[in-house]
């Protein structure tokens, strides 16, 4: 299907010839040698993308840019300035000349030549798809307003462009006409036609309110509309995001848990190691104690007879269970209760501190 898609849609990808001529500033030209090449439709000349063909027939600097972003021009370099409004730089870019009143000529899809209506406000194209510019339009070469009216006779254009790609050459063809907005020229009976909604059957991108005829006939979603998401996808996309790192935390729990598992126990393990060799000392203490005790001059008298009884709860109530660690329990809290020390325990504790600092003494 050919698409009839509005001027400003159509993309050149690259064609076969560049911009402009090679004669550089004050080198002859011809004017007869301009004109619109074909397929494209781009304006030639024999001057350089930055010169003009004057009156004189040499190459002279350009007076004024129709774009904003000149093609062609060095690096840094000056460009000529865009012209003010009510004013418009033709396609040669020599001046700046006054806008053309309806019925003038004007240059080929020029519509920002031509005058704007009095009305220019309401017939100005809204879509940005290149409809008019301020109300007025240019077809075949006559400056016109955009106001004919649903029903009313309306004028036509039909450009075909030659569109390149990589590996390809096609036929564009884009009709134009002076309908107001949100009509459209029919080309069979030339009268402005009401655009046609989402879904209606179509035969061409103009008869669209979106611009683009789908291949199955319906008018489709405009080519360029951004993709909105259901509320609900965003629901969704939160839920998965939050349940992903719940998920996360759970499984590293989890993951972890095991080597935790081992850490408790080998603590436990040196707990016991430790235990049992203090046992071990105290054990000799009680030896080294009762020894001393039994050697004439020793008795309960001596210093360190005092400093073991200092309260007198340093007895067996503490020992005993020490001399039994190889508990089975698992847990530290459960050795410690197995052991004995649930009941005045902190000062027993105290006490066998002070046994081991001691007992380094050994
Ligand atoms: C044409 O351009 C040349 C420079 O290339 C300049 O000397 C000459 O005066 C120009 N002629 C007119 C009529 O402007
Ligand atoms: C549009 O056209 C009107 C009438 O000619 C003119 O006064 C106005 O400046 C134009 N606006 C633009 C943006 O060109
Ligand atoms: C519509 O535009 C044409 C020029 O294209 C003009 O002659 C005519 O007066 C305009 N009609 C109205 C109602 O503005
Ligand atoms: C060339 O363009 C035509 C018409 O648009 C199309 O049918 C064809 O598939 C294209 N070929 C390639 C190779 O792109």
Known sequence: MVGLLPLTLVLFSW????????????????????????????????????????????????????????????????????CDSGLFCPDEEDQCLPVLAVGSACQFDRDDEC?????????????????????????????????????????????????????????????????????????????????????????????????????????????????????????????????????????????HRGHRQAEREKRLQYWREQNAFRQNIMQMQETARHSIMSLPGGGPNSPRSTLYNRDGTQSEDSQIPMLNPQSKSSALRHQLSDDGFDDGSQESIMIQRVDRKDSNRF
């Open 15 to 82: 064609g076969p010839f560049v911009n402009a001529g090679s004669v550089n500033y004050g080198n002859p030209c011809s004017v007869g040698n301009q004109k619109l090449e074909f397929g494209t439709y781009q304006f030639q000349t024999d001057c350089d993308s930055t010169t003009f063909c004057n009156s004189s027939g040499l190459c002279d600097h350009k007076g004024c840019r129709k774009d904003e972003y000149p093609f062609g021009y060095p690096k840094n370099s000056d460009f000529p300035p865009r």
């Open 115 to 255: 005058e704007g209506p009095p009305n220019f406000k309401d017939l100005a194209d809204k879509t940005g798809y290149g409809l008019n510019v301020n109300g007025s339009v240019c077809l075949n070469n006559v400056c016109m307003w955009a106001n004919a009216t649903l029903g009313n006779t309306c004028v036509v254009e039909n450009t075909a462009y030659t569109v390149y790609s990589s590996s390809n050459e096609s036929i564009d063809i884009v009709s134009r006409d002076n309908c107001s907005p949100g009509l459209y020229c029919d080309s069979q009976h030339m009268v402005c036609m009401q655009m046609k909604n989402l879904g209606d059957s179509c035969d061409a991108d103009k008869e669209c309110s979106t611009f683009n005829c789908l291949a199955s006939g319906v008018c489709g979603k405009s080519a360029d509309s951004p993709e909105h998401v259901a509320f609900w996808v965003y629901i969704i996309v939160g839920v998965c995001i939050f349940g992903g790192m719940l998920a996360t935390l759970i499984g590293m729990y989890c993951f």
